[in-house]
Structure formats: structure tokens, C-alpha cells
């Protein structure tokens, strides 16, 4: 099993991507480009004001800095435009928590996309809602890398920053907690040029 992985790791590492050798991204992809993406990410975070909630605590008393649960999020988007330049769309991301309590966030956004034959980088903006165990909403902003393994394949790192608004504590009504993760994984597109 294990030299499956490595054969596969290889593979895709040395399998020319298709799109770096195609003249329109040297020259600049023409308007009428429309890409549409599923992404799969794992990822851990840290959160800021914890109300005495959570397991690991990272700082000098409970109130402080403490890890998150380890999270998978999938997601779907669509771009239009030209990203030799910039590509605009929207995102929809599920985020499911793997360890604790279980919590699932919906997060629908807007996406911005700007690639260079292999590589490409992108941001996120959008209205993250918690759906479990307590229904809040807060604002969610993203920045990611991509690295294109093949043409329609690629790794991902993205920096999550979230404001969750919660259930009010005895102290303050109504708390924000600020949410600061890290997230890697895959990047799979279907692209159509003109």
C-alpha cells in the first residue's frame, strides 16, 4: 500500500502539467474562460476569547489562546473572466468537525483567481453560518496558494480568518470569537476556454 503512495506522489510530481505547456497561458488566457473547482481540505485552527469551552488550552489560563477541532471542508466554486488576469465567482464551502463536539458550518462566498501556468493564488470572502451545534453566523476571509500538479489537479494551502458570534456568558452578552486556521488539500478543476 505504502509504494502505491509513493508511486502516485511521483506520478504526479513529474506528469507534465498540461496547461503550462499550452500557448494561451504564456500569452494570457482570453476572456470567455470559465472554470468550475471541487476542493477537499483538512485543516486545525486556533481560537481567540475561549469561553472555557475547549480541550486544549494554549495559553496561561482557560480564557486564552486554544486549538480548534481538527475540520474537513468540501467545497465547489465557479469562475468566469480571465485568470491570467483576475477570475471572479462564488464558492460554497461545508466544513464538518472531526474530533469534539460535532459542529458543521455552511460558508457561501465570493472568489477571486489569478493563476500562472503551475501556480495560482486566491481569495475568499463570505458569511460563514454554524449550523451545529448552535445555530450563529459570523464573516469569513480566506487567502490560498495553488500548486498544479496536472492540468486540472492541484495541492492547496489556504489561511482561514473567521469572527464567529455566540451564545451570550454571565460577562458579555453577546461574544465574538475570532478564529485564525490553517487548511491543506486538493484542487480539482474543469476548465473551458474560448
Do not use: C, H
Not at 488550552?57 to 468540501?74: M, Q
Not at 469569513?140 to 489537479?153: H, I, K, Q
Request: hydrophobic letters at 50%; zero cysteines; glycine letters at 14%.
Amino acid at each position: 500500500m505504502r509504494a502505491w503512495w509513493i508511486f502516485g506522489l511521483v506520478w504526479l510530481t513529474a506528469a507534465p502539467a498540461r496547461a503550462a505547456d499550452e500557448p494561451g497561458w504564456a500569452a494570457g488566457v482570453k476572456p470567455g474562460w470559465v472554470g468550475a473547482f471541487a476542493t477537499g481540505f483538512l485543516g486545525d485552527g486556533l481560537r481567540f476569547n475561549n469561553p472555557y469551552r475547549l480541550s486544549t488550552v494554549l495559553g496561561s489560563d482557560a480564557r486564552s489562546l486554544s486549538r480548534t477541532a481538527t475540520y474537513a471542508e468540501i467545497g465547489a466554486a465557479v469562475a468566469l473572466g480571465d485568470p491570467a488576469s483576475l477570475a471572479y465567482g462564488l464558492a460554497l464551502r461545508a466544513s464538518f468537525a472531526l474530533e469534539g463536539v460535532e459542529q458543521a458550518v455552511l460558508t457561501p462566498s465570493v472568489l477571486i483567481l489569478r493563476r500562472w501556468q503551475r501556480w495560482g493564488v486566491y481569495g475568499r470572502a463570505g458569511i460563514a453560518t454554524v449550523l451545529t451545534p448552535d445555530a450563529t453566523w459570523g464573516g469569513e476571509g480566506a487567502a490560498g496558494a495553488l500548486w498544479f500538479a496536472l492540468a486540472g489537479v492541484a495541492l492547496a494551502a489556504e489561511v482561514v480568518g473567521d469572527l464567529f458570534y455566540g451564545a451570550g456568558t454571565a460577562e458579555v452578552a453577546t461574544p465574538a470569537y475570532p478564529v485564525l486556521s490553517g487548511q491543506a488539500g486538493l484542487w480539482l478543476s474543469l476548465e473551458a476556454m474560448p
